[in-house]
């Protein structure tokens, strides 16, 4: 009766609007994952024959194209993941692929280059939606984007688009661990550990799409973004064993999306993020004090075409990025070079094509003195390339 009373009058409407609002923000202050603390970034220190690569070095030496799963007519979204040193495969690859994009058939796929042939082994499905939604004790709708990280134990884990009922913008984290005594192909297997506890509202929104920062205390930093309604970037800090620790929001801007870290010190990061804006840039935030606190950046002047980001460091100074450079589609793919992650000089065409040809959403790794690239091409294919210094194998 209170109730009907208050909605027949503008006034009481407005203030239950409000008061709504105050519940909810009570609410999200309440349970809000807590910020991370500082950290310090492991610095990478790669070289060739003992000498530190240089970015300008690099040239391209191989490529080709991904084997796709039977029966898929799409792929999308691939993660690299380097091998240790003593293991047959170089590094492991990991991507969506199914019937199409969000697709009920849509399962993660996994490949690796095998040290031996020098070739990608045949692919095979190491995520299912069904069999996790099982082991959850909820259903899964869709797959999306992986993320693979190896923790200080050398276990794999994998950081899992997902979502229930809705799109994307209702996604969850799900974050699975190797469950599997071996991480040979034929053997791979996963487990869910949770879904990251990212947001009080049942944890949705928020996706991953690029890889982590390692973490001198053997943890790292997932890169996350928020996309119901407005898109921000945050970081997702984990221990060393892949616990969550903490969330801190990376952006005050509402159009950034899929950040991807590179360190400049330990404590000194920034990060770059594809732009939804309509004839975009690629933006850029910074944090001074390893994490704990970032500021936005004046715009790169990198076009972005509302496309996917991907940047690697080879050491101090010493920083690439693959983007599509074009204001409007993703026709083209190219790879840059920069001393400080805010001035980029091109390095490599790496795809070119038609108008409405597509290469986008690249990863980045470094494994067996090279610098490996894949990417989608068309959403249907993947396709792949390296980079040795000198341009020799």
Known sequence: MF???????????????????????????????????PALAQM????VGGQP???????????????????????????????PAGHAAALSLFWFSGERESGPLVQIAASQWDRATQAWLPPRFVVNRHQMGDLLGHGLRRLGNPVAWTDAQGRMHLFVVATGW????????LHLQQSSASQ????????????????????????VRNAM?????GGAVLPVHFELGLKYPAAVRLDASGEFVGLTRMSNRTHNLQPSILPQSPTQWVALMRDERHGGKVTAARTDDGGAHWTDLPDLPLGNPDAAVAGFALGPQQMLLAHNPTPEGRARLDLSRSADGLQWTLQQTLAKGAEDAEFSYPALAWADDALWISYTVDRATLSWQRFAVGGQP
């Open 3 to 37: 109730l009907s009373s208050l909605l027949a009058h503008p006034g009481g409407r407005v203030a239950l609007v409000l008061a709504s609002l105050a519940v909810l923000l009570g609410a999200d202050h309440a349970v809000r994952p807590p910020a991370a603390a």
């Open 44 to 47: 990478p220190a790669i070289a």
């Open 53 to 83: 690569v240089q970015a300008v070095q690099l040239q391209r030496v191989a490529g080709g194209d991904v084997p796709m799963p039977a029966g898929t007519a799409a792929a999308h979204a691939s993660s690299l993941l380097p091998m």
């Open 166 to 173: 809705g799109g994307w913008a209702a996604s969850r984290v």
């Open 184 to 207: 040979d192909l034929a053997e791979l297997a996963f487990a869910p550990v949770r879904v990251l506890p990212l947001s009080w509202l049942w944890n949705t929104s928020f996706l």
């Open 213 to 217: 920062l390692p973490l001198q205390d």
